[in-house]
């Protein structure tokens, strides 16, 4: 890796006056894209800012009908909270089967969210319920921040603090994970909302997105049979060694039933 500069921020506001001087420092939270990449020279940062320990970026609670966790809370900890398992037992679920032990006791919510890999497990919980992802300058609907392949809606100088999500009325998620990897070749996120049944896949695309005929399909009766019919379009979707767009299609169905038979207990 390249030689570079290593700062422990305390604050937000430490972050951000060393952002808005420097536009090539990178962020350190758990680092489990960030530190491969930085081994394979594949970037070149001028400095890493640890933002591990802020108390800003910390803490899980519930307020009213929105569950708000802090953008450096490991994996682990969303996983195992009772917080999250009493008022969203789906998120929970979803970041048990995140990775292996080792990334899940690492890797932070808000690291994950802010990456956007496409094959990454909270996109899809994030905009299955449009969460808000409120950051250390305004608050962006998840409808708005996710923009493709690792793009978001973060500017420069940009960083996620918390992240709300709108406690559904059901939800659940259901992922068939690369064996080697465990990432999603294609994961489904159904929540049964206030506005009505949202369905997000990940892993399957180039990036996370609403699959509207099984929200049509699933708005009318929320029961697996419901999606039988349906065909998810192939248009956008991955193709390489460990399947063809088709497959994937077919697996984010299998999926999608997996998580709506998990909602209603039905197989």
Do not use: C
């Amino acid at each position: 890796m390249y030689a570079f500069q290593y700062r422990k921020a305390k604050t937000l506001k430490e972050v951000g006056e060393w952002l808005a001087k420097d536009d090539e420092a990178k962020l350190l939270s758990g680092g489990m894209t960030l530190i491969p990449t930085l081994k394979a020279r594949l970037a070149q940062p001028t400095q890493l800012i640890d933002i591990n320990g802020i108390s800003e970026l910390s803490g899980i609670e519930v307020k009213g009908d929105v569950l708000s966790i802090g953008a450096a809370t490991r994996h682990q900890e969303v996983a195992t909270s009772k917080v999250v398992r009493d008022a969203l037992p789906a998120l929970a679920s979803l970041a048990a089967n995140i990775g292996d032990p080792q990334v899940r006791n690492r890797g932070t919510i808000g690291g994950s969210v802010a990456n956007n890999d496409p094959a990454a497990d909270y996109p899809a919980a994030v905009l299955g319920l449009n969460a808000k992802i409120i950051t250390n300058k305004r608050e962006i609907v998840a409808e708005d921040f996710f923009q493709g392949m690792f793009a978001t809606a973060l500017e420069a100088g940009e960083l996620i603090v918390r992240i709300a999500f709108p406690l559904p009325k059901k939800a659940a998620y259901a992922k068939f994970p690369h064996p080697a990897t465990g990432y999603a070749m294609a994961g489904v996120f159904v929540a049964e909302t206030a506005d009505g049944i949202r369905v997000a896949v990940t892993g399957a695309g180039e990036g996370v997105f609403r699959w509207s005929d099984a929200e049509a399909a699933l708005g009318k009766k929320m029961d697996a049979a419901a999606l039988e019919k349906l065909t998810l379009s192939t248009d956008n979707l991955n193709e390489d060694i460990h399947g063809t767009r088709e497959y994937r299609a077919q697996l984010a169905k299998v999926m999608a039933a997996r998580a709506v038979a998990a909602i209603t207990g039905k197989k």
